[in-house]
């Protein structure tokens, strides 16, 4: 059974950073493609991040890009999302995803697996 666990949330202020992590267990790693989502308050989850089996492919969300850089480490079956100048409005749980190609997970209706969340709160 696979499962996701993500780590790394915690309160931060704006314009620090922070480096979320996800742990895929259950299966081959090295040939899931992965991505990050969050969901704000009130707010429906939205598309950050994602990437290939072989890391050699990325995609973000405008809202993101340039501050957010998501990678994995095949050997260690994680992915990370490293967020840089984060604010207020990157509050949210964060997911960590799997889904069938980089080009479907975006859309958020593909996904296979979704991990529990983890909570960033960016403090002004």
């Known amino acids: 059974q696979v499962q996701l666990f993500e780590c790394g949330g915690a309160p931060v202020q704006a314009g620090d950073s922070l480096r979320l992590s996800c742990l895929d267990i259950?299966?081959?790693?090295?040939?899931?493609?992965m991505g990050w989502f969050r969901q704000a308050p009130g707010k429906e989850r939205e598309f950050l991040a994602a990437?290939?089996?072989?890391?050699?492919?990325?995609t973000y969300a405008d809202s993101v890009k340039g501050r957010f850089t998501i990678s994995r480490d095949n050997a260690k079956n994680t992915v990370y999302l490293q967020m840089v100048s984060l604010k207020p409005e990157d509050t949210g749980v964060y997911y960590c995803?799997?889904?069938?190609?980089?080009?479907?997970?975006?859309?958020?209706?593909?996904?296979?697996?979704w991990g529990q969340g983890t909570q960033v709160t960016v403090f002004s």
């Open positions: 995803s799997s889904g069938p190609t980089l080009g479907q997970i975006p859309n958020g209706r593909e996904i296979h697996y």
């Open positions: 259950g299966r081959p790693f090295s040939s899931a493609v």
């Open positions: 990437i290939a089996w072989s890391g050699g492919y990325t």
